[in-house]
């Protein structure tokens, strides 16, 4: 079955550095439409970030420049790189996959991984 397992958060102050991991398994990952989203208490889960099965990636706004998405494909992991964090980007942060060939709604979701930045 399809498993999705974020590891790499914690607590930083803003302007630092964290990198998130999802560790992937069950289905195809190199086929795979990969992405991360985050949630605070309260709010909706938003959109953070997509990376395409052809390695296009898209950003949410808030975070273009900041985040980067990446894949290893050989390893199965996810990664979301993020730069210059804000207390604003203080969530719990999900790993989203969509296995289905190229096809990017995601169905599956990991538990989360929190993240918090203080000023």
């Known amino acids: 079955q399809v498993q999705l397992v974020e590891t790499g958060g914690g607590s930083v102050q803003a302007g630092g550095s964290l990198r998130l991991s999802c560790a992937a398994s069950g289905f195809t990952f190199s086929d795979a439409c990969m992405g991360w989203f985050r949630q605070v208490p309260g709010k909706e889960r938003e959109w953070v970030a997509t990376?395409?099965?052809?390695?296009?990636?898209r950003y949410d706004d808030s975070v273009k420049g900041r985040f980067t998405i990446s894949k290893d494909n050989a390893r199965n992991i996810l990664y979301l790189q993020m730069n210059s964090l804000k207390p604003e980007d203080t969530a719990m942060y999900y790993c989203a996959a969509d296995p289905r060939l190229d096809r990017c709604a995601f169905s599956y979701w990991g538990q989360g991984t929190q993240v918090t930045v203080s000023s």
């Open positions: 990376m395409y099965r052809i390695a296009i990636t």
